[in-house]
């Protein structure tokens, strides 16, 4: 088995989680800035056997796609081409960042540490793989 890869898409910055081998345990890989996503994935899955590309959905309350879905979809589209025969999935993403926002905090993380957007991405991005991995 390969390696599932979660994306965090921002308009800036890209959180990154990935399992291990086994698809058992996520965990954070990096942030990257969101116009190196796609190089930094070529590279990545040369690298490394991934069998799955999840990307985070965001919605609104009433389960409508958020206003952030409009820069996804151009991704989505270029991943298509450049990774065909890559299954690339989604995961509802709503309340991520407040939820890797409080694992900071819990982790006993300083206020100057919990100000790193980039963390905070790569946290949301390892739930959004969590939550796929509970789901499945």
Do not use: C
């Amino acid at each position: 088995m390969g390696r599932i890869v979660a994306i965090d898409f921002g308009r800036k910055r890209t959180g990154i989680a990935v399992t291990d081998e086994m698809q058992i345990i996520a965990s954070g890989l990096t942030t990257v800035a969101t116009h190196d996503l796609v190089s930094f994935l070529q590279k990545y899955i040369a690298e490394e056997k991934v069998d799955a590309i999840v990307v985070g959905e965001p919605k609104q309350m009433d389960n409508t796609p958020s206003e952030s879905e409009a820069f996804i979809i151009p991704f989505l589209n270029r991943l298509a081409k450049v990774f065909p025969d890559m299954p690339v999935e989604r995961q509802d993403e709503r309340f991520t960042s407040k939820m890797a926002f409080q694992t900071m905090i819990d982790s006993g993380l300083k206020k100057n540490q919990r100000k790193n957007k980039a963390l905070v991405d790569e946290i949301s991005a390892t739930i959004i793989l969590q939550a796929y991995l509970n789901r499945k």
